[in-house]
């Protein structure tokens, strides 16, 4: 009898979870956001001149990487490096020839400046 009541108990849990979770993921899909502007692009050059914290868009393409989690991004006006997580490329594939957008910090220190991407899409 014990065990009636116990397996019953447990079934009865497990399909309320699974009912709460299903409902959870089903409202992280339908959860909206801003739509509208956001950061405009600006240039390797211009970026480079930035304050550390100001949030950046970039266009161009990574032209290698430089090993953990960062790669030398490059647009018309020079290069920057820049640090992807890899949770951040989300299962996106980029090689040299695509166009890319990246968007994050400026991420400076007293001997260098770079990007802390939170964000990466094709063009």
Do not use: C
């Not at 100001?54 to 020079?78: M, N, R």
């Not at 594939?93 to 964000?119: A, H, R």
């Amino acid at each position: 009898m014990k065990k009636l009541v116990y397996g019953s108990a447990l079934a009865t849990a497990l399909i309320i979870s699974s009912a709460s979770f299903a409902g959870f993921h089903e409202n992280a899909q339908m959860r909206g956001g801003f739509q509208g502007p956001g950061l405009t692009p600006v240039s390797v050059a211009d970026a480079l001149k930035m304050s550390d914290d100001t949030p950046v868009a970039l266009v161009g393409s990574i032209e290698k990487s430089l090993g953990h989690e960062k790669y030398l991004f490059k647009d018309q006006t020079g290069s920057i490096t820049i640090e992807i997580d890899d949770k951040d490329w989300r299962g996106l594939q980029v090689t040299p020839q695509d166009t890319i957008e990246v968007i994050g910090e400026i991420d400076k220190d007293w001997t260098s400046i770079e990007v802390d991407v939170d964000q990466v899409r094709k063009k």
